[in-house]
């Protein structure tokens, strides 16, 4: 057995932890979007300009590291790791997810589900689904600029086979 060497020694909860599987750098991700950026220049293409655009759309729609951020009903946003902004960590965080993503584009969720708005434990409203599934500025702003990208590169294409 090896002695502690006066390390304080781990939590019972930290021992039996589960790791977190390590994610790519974003580093990579932007070295991509760097290339297809040089690449349309040293070519002078448009068309590799737009599928830089379109891969960055696709990254921040589905693949960035992110963390949920729904609100929990303490009031505080959920620290769960995700991949891509338009995900959450559980179904029914998903839910809140899907219903500001609606709200977004300006129209009520059509496939929204009755939310439950009282705590189960007290019966107690604490925070409504709509507070709750609101998303955090920099989120917001980045869905809709990948929206944007997305729409410009599909004008882009259409216009690219006339």
């Not at 760097?34 to 070519?43: I, L, N, P, R, S």
Request: proline share 7%; aromatic share 10%; glycine share 8%.
């Amino acid at each position: 057995m090896v002695p502690n060497l006066g390390r304080p020694e781990p939590s019972a909860a930290r021992r039996g932890a589960r790791r977190l599987p390590r994610r790519e750098s974003a580093l990579l991700w932007w070295a991509l979007f760097a290339a297809f950026a040089g690449a349309a220049w040293w070519f002078q293409s448009w068309r590799i300009a737009l599928l830089g655009l379109l891969t960055w759309c696709l990254y921040e729609f589905l693949l960035v590291p992110t963390l949920c951020r729904v609100l929990k009903r303490q009031g505080h946003p959920c620290t769960e790791r995700v991949r891509g902004r338009l995900f959450a960590c559980a179904p029914n965080h998903q839910h809140l997810k899907n219903d500001a993503l609606w709200r977004l584009a300006g129209i009520r969720n059509p496939f929204q589900k009755q939310a439950q708005d009282t705590d189960p434990d007290t019966g107690v409203v604490v925070h409504s689904p709509d507070v709750r599934g609101r998303l955090t500025p920099a989120d917001r702003s980045l869905v809709v600029l990948a929206s944007l990208g997305t729409v410009a590169t599909l004008v882009g294409m259409v216009y690219g086979f006339r």
